[in-house]
């Protein structure tokens, strides 16, 4: 078990291959998201990209984690991955150095995440998100059909931002 009592307990790398903490974060909702650029779902790249600009100024941080856990379908490089982020879909979120999301190799996010929310809120393939409300905690999860736009997930982001703002 964990001993992480939030998320700001993590870190991850950016593509960049500088620290990412995520304590940088505290006060904001973070949309965490593991990627891949050669998935039925790499679309929703499209919606994640608008979902950040909606809300970024409203304190929302959408961090994409490129993964290559699910059919081998992130096999590019740093560069490779963000040049195709850039040019295919002008991502302008943060995103995180290639990492593994399940498993006992899985980030210690990840890991910490499936332990709040149980194996069905794990992820079962490329572009799950998890929700980190503005106190850290794991505010809700969403499955990789789930798209970014989805009514269920942006009424999620108001309510994690609602609350914050309480805080």
Avoid at 56 to 76: A, M, Y
Avoid at 114 to 140: C, M, T
Wanted: charged fraction near 20%.
């Amino acid at each position: 078990m964990s001993e992480a009592a939030n998320a700001w307990n993590f870190s991850f790398e950016t593509i960049d291959g500088k620290p990412m903490p995520l304590a940088d974060y505290k006060g904001k909702a973070v949309l965490v998201v593991n990627t891949a650029s050669k998935c039925g779902f790499t679309p929703q790249y499209k919606d994640l990209e608008s979902l950040h600009k909606k809300y970024r100024d409203k304190g929302l941080v959408v961090i994409g984690v490129p993964s290559n856990d699910f059919g081998g379908q992130e096999p590019g490089t740093a560069n490779e991955i963000k040049a195709f982020c850039d040019s295919t879909f002008s991502v302008t979120f943060p995103l995180a150095a290639k990492t593994v999301v399940v498993g006992r190799e899985a980030h210690p996010f990840y890991i910490w995440a499936r332990e709040q929310v149980g194996i069905l809120g794990s992820p079962k393939w490329n572009f799950h998100k998890y929700l980190i409300g503005p106190d850290g905690k794991l505010a809700d999860w969403f499955s990789t059909p789930t798209s970014p736009s989805a009514a269920r997930l942006t009424k999620a982001v108001d309510k994690a931002l609602e609350n914050g703002s309480k805080a």
